[in-house]
C-alpha cells in the first residue's frame, strides 16, 4: 500500500486551479460579477446614507424647497444598485454550476480510469464501499463545494473587504475599531481551521467506511439472515456509526467556535461604534447620514463575518472529500510496459515453468520461498491444499496481478516479466467460483471477451456449453436483460453464461479457480462435460478443493504453508501414501 499522504490546503487549491483552468475565463467573469455585485451592494448603504442627510436639511421647515425629482433618482438608483448586485450574483453562480459540472465530470473519469490502471494489490486492501464513496459522495461534495460552497466562500471574502473600504471613506477613526477587531477573528478562525481539519478527514472516511458496510449487508441479507446475524450486524452498524458520530461532533463542536466568537466581535464593534459613533456626531464630526451609513456597514459585515464563519465549516468538510479524491489520483499505477514484448496468441504453446519464484504480499511475510513447478503444453494441472496453502497465489502470480520477488516464471520459455502485461492476459481464460453478469443482454454478456463476435457464434459456443437450453427459455431468449441481481437466473446459469464467455474468448491457457462450487449435481455434471471439451489441447489450471472433480487430472500439486509439498497424478499420490491421500480419504469419508 503507497505510503499515506499529506494535503495542504494550499496544495490542494493550488491542484484544483489546474482542473479550472480549461474554463478559466468563465470562472475570471464569474468572479469579476461577484465583485462588481458586491461593490454595487456596497455602495448601497452610502447613498442612503446620502439620502438621510439629504432629507434632514429640508426636516425644519417641513420640507420646503426638497428636490422630489433628485430624491426619486437618488431612490431608484440605489434600488438598481441592489438589483444589479443581486443580479450579478445569479449570474456567477450559474457559471460555476456549469463549471462545477464539467470538473465533476472530469475527475469521475480520471478516478475511474485511474481505478483501472492501479494494482491489483490497491483494490485488495481497500474497502469496495469506500472507493464508492468516493466517487459518489466525496464528488457530490466537490461538486457543491465548487458550485455554490467556494463562491459563497469567495463572496464573503470580498464583501469584507469591500465594506471595510467603504467604512474608512466614511469615517476612518471608526473603521479603526474593526480594523482592531477584524484580525483578532480571523487569527482564532485561523486556529479553529488547523485543529479541526483530521476531524473533517476523518468524518468522510467515515461515511466511506459506512457506505462500505452498508453495501455488504444489503448485498447478502439472505445469508445474514439465514445465519441469524441482524443483531450482530446491527452491533457492528452503530459502533461504524459511533464512530462517525464522535468524528462528526469533534469536527463540529470546536469548528462551531467560529460563528459565535464572530458575532462576539461583532457586536462588540456594534457597541464602540455607537459609543465613539454618537460623540462625533454631537461634536459635529459625523452626520446623523453618515452613522447610518456605517451602522448599515457594520450589519453588513455581521452577514459575511457569520456566512464566513460557516463558510469555513463547509470548506473545510469539502477540502476533505477533494483530498480523498486526490488520494486515488495520486496513487501509484501498474508500470507502463508498452515498450515490453507481444504475444502472438496463435503461436502459445502453453508451456508454463515456475523457477525458483519467492513472493510475499507484505515484505516482512514471505509466502513463497522456492517454489517450482513446471507445466507442459496442454497439461491439466489440479491444485489442491489447505487454505492459505498459497493456491490463488501461485494463479495471482501466473497472471502478474502481482510481480514475484525473486527467481523466474516461464511461459514457452520467456520470462513474463519481458512480457506485456495486457498481451499476457489476453493468452488466459480465467474462471472464478463466484460467476458475474453486468446489467446487459445474455448475448453481450457472453460477448464480453470478445466483442466483436457474431450472434451465430455466440449460439454455437453456448450450444458447446449447453447453457442454450435455458436461454431459449426466457422471455427475450438471446437478447433478454440480465443483471448480477437478476432473479430469472440461478447460480449455476450464471456460470454457465460466464463459461461460454472464456470458450468464445478463445484462450491458449485456462484457470478453473472452483468454476463448479455453485453448481447443482445436474449442472455440474453438465458442466464439466462441456469444460473437458473446452480444456482439449489447452494447458489448464484448476484449483480445486472437492477432490473428486480432479482425479483425472495430469498431475495434481499439493500445496501447503505456501511449498508444494507432493506432485504427481492421482494414483500416484494415492500410493505415496502422503498428505494428499490423507485429504483425499476424509473427503471420501
Not at 480523498?324 to 501498474?334: N, P, Q, T, V
Request: charged residues 20%; aromatic residues 10%.
Amino acid at each position: 500500500m503507497a505510503k499515506k499522504r499529506k494535503y495542504s490546503y494550499s496544495h490542494l487549491f493550488k491542484r484544483l486551479g489546474g482542473y479550472l483552468r480549461k474554463d478559466k475565463s468563465k470562472f475570471i467573469l464569474a468572479i469579476f460579477l461577484l465583485i462588481v455585485g458586491n461593490f454595487a451592494l456596497s455602495i448601497a448603504p452610502k447613498l442612503v446614507g446620502n439620502v438621510v442627510d439629504y432629507l434632514s436639511k429640508y426636516v425644519s421647515n417641513g420640507y420646503v424647497g426638497l428636490d422630489v425629482n433628485y430624491l426619486a433618482l437618488y431612490l431608484l438608483g440605489i434600488a438598481a444598485l441592489y438589483v444589479f448586485g443581486n443580479g450579478a450574483t445569479i449570474v456567477a453562480n450559474r457559471f460555476t454550476l456549469i463549471i462545477s459540472r464539467k470538473v465533476s465530470k472530469v475527475l469521475r473519469n480520471r478516478l475511474y480510469s485511474k481505478l483501472n490502471r492501479v494494482p491489483i494489490n490497491y483494490l485488495d486492501t481497500h474497502p469496495s464501499g469506500d472507493i464508492m464513496a468516493r466517487l459518489t459522495n466525496d464528488l457530490i461534495t466537490f461538486e457543491t463545494f465548487i458550485s455554490s460552497d467556494l463562491t459563497d466562500f469567495i463572496v464573503q471574502i470580498l464583501l469584507l473587504i469591500l465594506v471595510f473600504i467603504m467604512m474608512i471613506l466614511v469615517n476612518p477613526y471608526l473603521t479603526i475599531i474593526y480594523a482592531v477587531l477584524l484580525p483578532i477573528a480571523f487569527l482564532i478562525t485561523a486556529l479553529l481551521t488547523k485543529k479541526t481539519k483530521k476531524q473533517f478527514k476523518m468524518q468522510q472516511s467515515s461515511v466511506g467506511e459506512l457506505n462500505g458496510f452498508m453495501g455488504d449487508i444489503f448485498s447478502n441479507h439472505t445469508l445474514i439472515k439465514s445465519y441469524n446475524m441482524e443483531e450482530q450486524s446491527i452491533e457492528t452498524f452503530d459502533s461504524i456509526n459511533q464512530k462517525f458520530h464522535k468524528a462528526y461532533v469533534k469536527a463540529k463542536f470546536v469548528s462551531g467556535f467560529i460563528l459565535p466568537i464572530s458575532l462576539i466581535i461583532n457586536n462588540l464593534g456594534y457597541i464602540g461604534l455607537t459609543i465613539i459613533g454618537s460623540t462625533f456626531i454631537i461634536n459635529g464630526q459625523l452626520t446623523i447620514g453618515g452613522f447610518l451609513a456605517f451602522l448599515l456597514y457594520g450589519q453588513m459585515l455581521n452577514a459575511p463575518l457569520s456566512k464566513f464563519a460557516s463558510s469555513m465549516n463547509q470548506v473545510q468538510s469539502d477540502l476533505a472529500s477533494l483530498e480523498r479524491i486526490f488520494e486515488i489520483i495520486d496513487e501509484e499505477e501498474e508500470s507502463d510496459e508498452s515498450h515490453l514484448a507481444t504475444v502472438d496468441l496463435n503461436e502459445v504453446k502453453g508451456e508454463i515453468e515456475f523457477q525458483n519464484v519467492e513472493f510475499g504480499y507484505v515484505p516482512e511475510k514471505q509466502l513463497f520461498f522456492d517454489v517450482s513447478l513446471k507445466s507442459e503444453p496442454g497439461m491439466v494441472m489440479a491444485i489442491v491444499g489447505p487454505s492459505g496453502a498459497g493456491k490463488t497465489t501461485l494463479i495471482n502470480l501466473l497472471m502478474r496481478f502481482y510481480d514475484i520477488d525473486g527467481g523466474k516464471i516461464l511461459l514457452d520459455g520467456k520470462d513474463i516479466n519481458e512480457i506485456n502485461r495486457n498481451e499476457l492476459r489476453n493468452a488466459f481464460g480465467m474462471v472464478l467460483q463466484d460467476s458475474w453478469v453486468f446489467d446487459g443482454t445474455v448475448a453481450e454478456n457472453i460477448a464480453y471477451g470478445k466483442q466483436d463476435a457474431t450472434m451465430d457464434e455466440i449460439i454455437e459456443v453456448s450450444k458447446l456449453i449447453g447453457c442454450d437450453s435455458f436461454i431459449d427459455t426466457l422471455p427475450e431468449g438471446y437478447n433478454t436483460i440480465i443483471s448480477e441481481e437478476n432473479s430469472q437466473l440461478s447460480v449455476g446459469e450464471k456460470q454457465l453464461l460466464v463459461l461460454a464467455r472464456t470458450v468464445l474468448s478463445n484462450p491458449k491457457i485456462l484457470i478453473l479457480d472452483e468454476a463448479t462450487s455453485n453448481m447443482d449435481t445436474r449442472t455440474e455434471n453438465m458442466v464439466t462435460k462441456a469444460m473437458e471439451n473446452m480444456m482439449e489441447g489447452k494447458t489448464t489450471f484448476i484449483i480445486a478443493h472437492r477432490l473428486f472433480t480432479i482425479k483425472n487430472a495430469d498431475k495434481i500439486i499439493f500445496m501447503k504453508d505456501g511449498d508444494i509439498k507432493e506432485v504427481g497424478s492421482h494414483e500416484e499420490l494415492l500410493k505415496l501414501d502422503g498428505l494428499y491421500a490423507e485429504m483425499y480419504r476424509k473427503a471420501s469419508s
